[in-house]
Nanobody, 129 residues
Framework: QVQLVELGGGLVQTGGSLRLSCAAS????????MAWFRQAPGKERVFVAA????????AYADSVKGRFTISSDNAENTVYLQMKTVKREDTAVYSC??????????????????????WGQGTQVTVSS
């Protein structure tokens, strides 16, 4: 399996911005879908956003739509999550995930944690008031 390394977490004030990055340890790793999930204390891990390598199709959870943007630098095998207008409820451990499975157009597939077989360790994002 390929290691994914997340960077960019930290403490941010409500209404502020933060950018997370996720890089694959192997530059030749041919991922087809990469995603961000998050897990708040005492809660289950939930989908945040996903992007496909070809075509750049993106999907977002309703809770972050319009505030977060997922993007990729395919040459660097890196995916970013730009977080803007953050809220207290965005506080969580954010993990990136990747799969080599080809996206066939089912939006639901992107949102399932079991669709991904490569995961990062996670990075803490804490939003303070």
């Amino acid at each position: 399996q390929v290691q994914l390394v997340e960077l960019g977490g930290g403490l941010v004030q409500t209404g502020g911005s933060l950018r997370l990055s996720c890089a694959a340890s192997v530059r030749t790793f041919s991922w087809n879908i990469m995603a961000w999930f998050r897990q708040a204390p005492g809660k289950e891990r939930v989908f945040v956003a996903a992007i496909t390598r070809s075509g750049g199709y993106t999907a977002y959870a309703d809770s972050v739509k319009g505030r977060f943007t997922i993007s990729s630098d395919n040459a660097e095998n890196t995916v970013y999550l730009q977080m803007k207008t953050v809220k207290r409820e965005d506080t969580a451990v954010y993990s990136c995930a990747a799969t080599t499975t080809t996206y066939l157009g089912s939006g639901g597939f992107l949102r399932r944690a079991d669709a991904y077989d490569n995961w990062g360790q996670g990075t803490q994002v804490t939003v303070s008031s």
